[in-house]
Protein backbone atom coordinates (compact mmCIF):
# COMPACT_ATOMS: atom_id res chain seq x y z
CA UNK A 1 0.00 0.00 0.00
CA UNK A 2 2.73 2.45 1.02
CA UNK A 3 4.31 1.60 -2.50
CA UNK A 4 1.57 2.56 -4.42
CA UNK A 5 0.96 5.45 -2.70
CA UNK A 6 4.92 6.61 -3.24
CA UNK A 7 4.36 5.86 -7.07
CA UNK A 8 1.52 7.28 -7.40
CA UNK A 9 2.76 10.64 -6.04
CA UNK A 10 5.81 10.59 -8.48
CA UNK A 11 3.77 9.89 -11.12
CA UNK A 12 1.69 13.15 -10.74
CA UNK A 13 4.85 15.31 -9.72
CA UNK A 14 6.81 15.00 -12.70
CA UNK A 15 9.22 17.63 -12.04
CA UNK A 16 10.28 15.96 -8.61
CA UNK A 17 11.10 12.42 -10.86
CA UNK A 18 13.06 13.73 -12.91
CA UNK A 19 15.12 15.88 -10.25
CA UNK A 20 15.31 12.81 -8.26
CA UNK A 21 16.87 10.97 -11.20
CA UNK A 22 19.26 13.67 -11.39
CA UNK A 23 20.21 13.35 -7.68
CA UNK A 24 20.48 9.54 -8.02
CA UNK A 25 22.95 9.93 -10.69
CA UNK A 26 25.19 12.45 -8.63
CA UNK A 27 25.64 10.51 -5.54
CA UNK A 28 26.36 7.54 -7.78
CA UNK A 29 29.20 10.03 -9.42
CA UNK A 30 30.55 10.69 -5.69
CA UNK A 31 30.67 7.06 -4.53
CA UNK A 32 32.54 6.13 -7.61
CA UNK A 33 34.52 9.12 -6.98
CA UNK A 34 35.32 8.42 -3.16
CA UNK A 35 36.40 5.19 -4.01
CA UNK A 36 38.58 6.40 -6.45
CA UNK A 37 39.90 8.75 -3.56
CA UNK A 38 40.36 6.23 -1.02
CA UNK A 39 41.86 3.65 -3.44
CA UNK A 40 44.38 6.08 -4.72
CA UNK A 41 45.06 7.38 -0.61
CA UNK A 42 45.48 3.48 0.12
CA UNK A 43 48.18 2.75 -3.07
CA UNK A 44 49.72 5.90 -2.27
CA UNK A 45 50.40 4.94 1.47
CA UNK A 46 51.71 1.91 0.24
CA UNK A 47 54.14 3.21 -1.78
CA UNK A 48 55.21 5.49 1.11
CA UNK A 49 55.97 2.25 3.35
CA UNK A 50 57.84 0.61 0.67
CA UNK A 51 59.35 3.54 -0.01
CA UNK A 52 61.44 4.68 3.24
CA UNK A 53 61.90 0.60 3.99
CA UNK A 54 62.52 -0.85 0.40
CA UNK A 55 62.91 1.57 -1.94
CA UNK A 56 66.31 2.97 -0.54
CA UNK A 57 67.73 -0.69 -0.37
CA UNK A 58 67.14 -1.13 -3.57
CA UNK A 59 67.73 2.61 -5.77
CA UNK A 60 69.77 3.89 -2.80
CA UNK A 61 67.62 6.73 -2.83
CA UNK A 62 63.86 7.59 -1.73
CA UNK A 63 61.13 9.14 -3.79
CA UNK A 64 59.79 12.82 -3.16
CA UNK A 65 55.70 11.29 -2.94
CA UNK A 66 54.64 15.01 -2.27
CA UNK A 67 51.95 14.03 0.54
CA UNK A 68 53.28 15.64 4.03
CA UNK A 69 52.36 12.32 6.07
CA UNK A 70 54.34 10.15 3.66
CA UNK A 71 57.00 13.02 2.84
CA UNK A 72 59.66 12.46 5.97
CA UNK A 73 58.86 8.55 7.03
CA UNK A 74 55.82 8.91 8.98
CA UNK A 75 53.97 5.89 7.37
CA UNK A 76 54.19 3.64 10.62
CA UNK A 77 57.30 4.83 12.47
CA UNK A 78 59.05 8.50 12.39
CA UNK A 79 62.24 7.02 14.28
CA UNK A 80 63.56 3.12 14.80
CA UNK A 81 64.07 2.18 18.26
CA UNK A 82 68.15 1.66 18.54
CA UNK A 83 67.20 -0.31 22.16
CA UNK A 84 64.97 -3.13 22.02
CA UNK A 85 64.40 -5.49 24.66
CA UNK A 86 63.59 -9.49 24.20
CA UNK A 87 62.28 -11.65 26.24
CA UNK A 88 62.75 -15.32 26.13
CA UNK A 89 62.35 -18.57 28.80
CA UNK A 90 63.70 -21.59 28.74
CA UNK A 91 61.90 -24.52 30.22
CA UNK A 92 63.30 -27.77 31.57
CA UNK A 93 64.75 -28.91 28.17
CA UNK A 94 66.88 -25.52 27.78
CA UNK A 95 65.46 -24.23 24.48
CA UNK A 96 64.94 -20.76 23.87
CA UNK A 97 61.05 -19.68 23.26
CA UNK A 98 59.28 -16.39 23.34
CA UNK A 99 58.15 -15.25 26.67
CA UNK A 100 54.65 -14.28 25.10
CA UNK A 101 54.56 -18.00 24.47
CA UNK A 102 53.50 -18.66 27.98
CA UNK A 103 51.13 -15.79 28.09
CA UNK A 104 47.57 -16.63 26.80
CA UNK A 105 46.78 -12.88 25.35
CA UNK A 106 44.27 -12.73 22.55
CA UNK A 107 47.32 -10.67 20.22
CA UNK A 108 47.89 -12.81 17.23
CA UNK A 109 50.49 -11.29 14.96
CA UNK A 110 52.05 -9.25 17.64
CA UNK A 111 52.42 -10.91 20.63
CA UNK A 112 56.15 -10.29 21.56
CA UNK A 113 55.51 -6.30 21.00
CA UNK A 114 52.02 -6.74 22.92
CA UNK A 115 54.48 -8.50 25.94
CA UNK A 116 57.00 -6.18 25.40
CA UNK A 117 54.86 -3.02 26.21
CA UNK A 118 53.01 -4.51 29.56
CA UNK A 119 56.95 -5.05 30.95
CA UNK A 120 57.48 -1.63 30.09
CA UNK A 121 54.21 -0.32 31.51
CA UNK A 122 53.50 -2.50 34.51
CA UNK A 123 56.31 -3.00 36.58
CA UNK A 124 55.04 -6.40 38.04
CA UNK A 125 54.02 -8.12 35.00
CA UNK A 126 57.06 -10.38 35.33
CA UNK A 127 56.13 -11.78 37.85
CA UNK A 128 52.60 -11.51 37.34
CA UNK A 129 54.24 -13.93 34.44
CA UNK A 130 55.63 -16.06 36.39
CA UNK A 131 52.79 -16.37 38.85
CA UNK A 132 50.39 -18.03 36.04
CA UNK A 133 52.78 -20.47 34.56
CA UNK A 134 54.05 -21.81 37.53
CA UNK A 135 50.57 -21.82 39.25
CA UNK A 136 49.54 -25.63 40.53
CA UNK A 137 52.56 -26.97 38.57
CA UNK A 138 56.18 -27.83 39.78
CA UNK A 139 57.46 -26.42 36.56
CA UNK A 140 60.88 -24.37 36.48
CA UNK A 141 61.61 -21.71 34.04
CA UNK A 142 64.50 -19.69 33.14
CA UNK A 143 63.69 -15.96 31.86
CA UNK A 144 66.09 -14.26 29.70
CA UNK A 145 66.12 -10.78 29.00
CA UNK A 146 68.47 -9.74 26.43
CA UNK A 147 68.48 -6.11 25.66
CA UNK A 148 70.29 -5.06 22.49
CA UNK A 149 72.00 -1.63 21.31
CA UNK A 150 71.80 -1.50 17.55
CA UNK A 151 74.55 1.42 17.08
CA UNK A 152 77.29 -1.36 18.68
CA UNK A 153 76.49 -4.62 17.40
CA UNK A 154 72.63 -5.53 16.54
CA UNK A 155 73.71 -9.52 16.47
CA UNK A 156 75.12 -10.05 20.16
CA UNK A 157 73.05 -8.34 23.40
CA UNK A 158 74.27 -5.51 24.99
CA UNK A 159 73.11 -6.89 28.46
CA UNK A 160 71.32 -9.99 29.20
CA UNK A 161 69.60 -11.03 32.56
CA UNK A 162 68.67 -14.40 33.64
CA UNK A 163 65.84 -14.94 36.20
CA UNK A 164 64.63 -17.85 37.58
CA UNK A 165 60.92 -18.40 38.03
CA UNK A 166 59.22 -21.33 40.09
CA UNK A 167 56.63 -21.85 42.69
CA UNK A 168 58.29 -19.48 45.12
CA UNK A 169 58.73 -16.77 42.57
CA UNK A 170 60.79 -14.47 40.35
CA UNK A 171 64.43 -14.28 41.55
CA UNK A 172 67.16 -12.48 39.67
CA UNK A 173 70.36 -14.42 39.47
Request: aromatic content about 10%.
Amino acid sequence: MVARRTRERSIVRGRLTRRREALDASIVDWTKARRAFVTVWVLLGIAGAMDHTIAEKLFGTRVDLWLPHLQYGYVMFNKNPHDPTVYDYAGADGVRHPLAELVHTPAIGYADAHLAVNVLLKADYLKEICYRATRGSSARYEFLIDHYDMDVDPRRPAESLTMSCDAHGLVAR
